[in-house]
């Protein structure tokens, strides 16, 4: 069974540059496998920052980019400020219809 | 805009069997594919299934598998989930989510509460 990989915690400066990854217990992440991320703050639905490893969503500031480093998604956020504090989840397609998620990194801005 | 919106959600017995609904608007519901994504109690999120827009083909997680059901109706823009042999580790908020390009989770609902306890 094949685990998708998070940073369970991060930290960040404000007007700091962080990035969150996300990988798998055994192989590489491409673009094939259409990588989104999420944010998600306490008791919030999550929201859609990132889709298609580097598509922002509608509405997402241009703080928020994504990319394939080495064999892994990433997601940097450039500039960071006190509300991008926030549990970050990523989500790949790993084919046949199957969806996993990571296990989520937990960004703190301080 | 788009909008989701979940019901059905309550406490029920393990073994017991719940229907929960996700009803659609803001969007051509019938043209895009639509998941089930659950969040246990403190703990990340979890994809659970998806359908794909005309109901072809339905995917499951394994610890759904054989006991969940996705279904929808686009007469209604309403997607179902059927909840069987619910366990306690069941136990979630469950949200509804539309496709984007790629197939991933986009649009969200605000989610509803599934208590599997005795």
């Known amino acids: 069974q094949t685990v998708v990989t998070q940073e369970p915690s991060f930290s960040v400066s404000p007007g700091g540059t962080v990035t969150l990854t996300c990988g798998l217990s055994?192989?590489?992440?491409?673009?094939?496998?259409?990588p989104s991320w999420y944010q998600q703050t306490p008791g919030q639905a999550p929201r859609t920052l990132i889709y298609?490893?580097?598509t922002r969503s509608s509405g997402v500031p241009d703080r928020f980019s994504g990319s394939i480093l080495g064999n892994k998604a990433a997601l940097t956020i450039t500039g960071a400020q006190a509300d991008d504090e926030s549990d970050y989840y990523c989500?790949?397609?790993?084919?046949?219809?199957?969806?996993?998620f990571g296990g989520g990194t937990k960004l703190t801005v301080l | 805009q788009v909008q989701l919106v979940e019901s059905g959600g309550g406490v029920v017995q393990p073994g017991g069997s719940l229907r929960l609904s996700c009803a659609a608007s803001?969007?051509?519901?019938?043209?895009?594919?639509m998941h089930w994504v659950r969040q246990a109690p403190g703990k990340g999120l979890e994809w659970v299934a998806f359908?794909?827009?005309?109901?072809?083909?339905?995917y499951y997680a394994d610890s759904v598998k054989g006991r969940f059901t996705i279904s929808r109706d686009n007469s209604k823009n309403t997607l179902y989930l059927q909840m069987n042999s619910l366990r306690a580790e069941d136990t979630a908020v469950y949200y509804c989510?539309?496709?984007?390009?790629?197939?991933?989770?986009?649009?969200w609902g605000q989610g509803t509460l599934v208590t599997v306890s005795s």
């Open positions: 989500v790949l397609y790993m084919g046949s219809g199957i969806r996993v």
């Open positions: 989510a539309k496709e984007i390009h790629g197939g991933n989770p986009d649009d």
């Open positions: 298609s490893t580097n």
């Open positions: 055994s192989g590489s992440v491409s673009t094939s496998y259409y």
């Open positions: 803001g969007f051509t519901f019938s043209s895009y594919g």
């Open positions: 359908i794909r827009y005309d109901g072809s083909n339905k």
